[in-house]
T-cell receptor, first 113, second 113 residues
Framework: GENVEQHPSTLSVQEGDSAVIKCTYS??????FPWYKQELGKRPQLIID?????GEKKDQRIAVTLNKTAKHFSLHITETQPEDSAVYFC????????????FGKGTKLSVKP | DAGITQSPRHKVTETGTPVTLRCHQT?????MYWYRQDPGHGLRLIHY???????DKGEVSDGYSVSRSKTEDFLLTLESATSSQTSVYFC????????????FGPGTRLTVL
């Protein structure tokens, strides 16, 4: 089955710096890669996603890149702000009725003012 | 937030007792999921449903059962709770399969003493 590895597990940056979180996946059939942000005590919320027919997607300060050959994808946050502090999860799915969404173990991002 | 509620939001129970968690949605989404979240493990799929009376197992289904008699309700039952089932449980919904955006409920914190 699919396995998703996420690094680093913790990341501390200064406000205004960039943050990068990386994930690798094992199932070459995976075609959907969402990223979720979870603030303390809250539910996970989708912040951006990418599908296998696209190499990069951007939404304001957030971007995701996908390398299907190497089976890895990354989240890039530019000009970080204290409110970006949260746990971020990557995930991968091959879709279909049997393809479950498999999550990485999460990255705790701390943005210091 | 999508129209998803979970009940109860908090529960403390004793080992060996049955427990039922409820997820209710008002979005008329076809797919519903139950995840558990534990420190260091991210989100792991317990069971999911792809329609009324249609359910299947996820990666950590042992000790859990589910039922879906109506589109809007998805129940998770722990037949005989154990301390290893102490966790935060999240329900999620999606309109299509796991390659579609999943929206999460607010979560239920379950403690088994």
């Amino acid at each position: 089955g699919e396995n998703v590895e996420q690094h680093p597990s913790t990341l501390s940056v200064q406000e205004g710096d960039s943050a990068v979180i990386k994930c690798t996946y094992s199932d070459s059939a995976s075609n959907y890669f969402p990223w979720y942000k979870q603030e303390l005590g809250k539910r996970p919320q989708l912040i951006i996603d990418i599908r296998s027919n696209v190499g990069e997607k951007k939404d304001q300060r957030i971007a995701v890149t996908l390398n299907k050959t190497a089976k890895h994808f990354s989240l890039h946050i530019t000009e970080t702000q204290p409110e970006d502090s949260a746990v971020y999860f990557c995930a991968a799915s091959s879709g279909g009725s049997q393809g479950n969404l498999i999550f990485g173990k999460g990255t705790k991002l701390s943005v210091k003012p | 937030d999508a129209g998803i509620t979970q009940s109860p939001r908090h529960k403390v129970t004793e080992t060996g007792t049955p427990v039922t968690l409820r997820c209710h949605q008002t979005e008329n989404h076809r797919y519903m999921y139950w995840y558990r979240q534990d420190p260091g493990h991210g989100l792991r799929l317990i069971h999911y449903s792809y329609g009324v009376k249609d359910t299947d197992k996820g990666e950590v289904s042992d000790g859990y059962s589910v039922s879906r008699s109506k589109t809007e309700d998805f129940l998770l039952t722990l037949e005989s709770a154990t301390s290893s089932q102490t966790s935060v449980y999240f329900c999620a919904i999606s309109n299509r399969d796991s390659s579609d955006t999943q929206y999460f409920g607010p979560g239920t914190r379950l403690t088994v003493l």
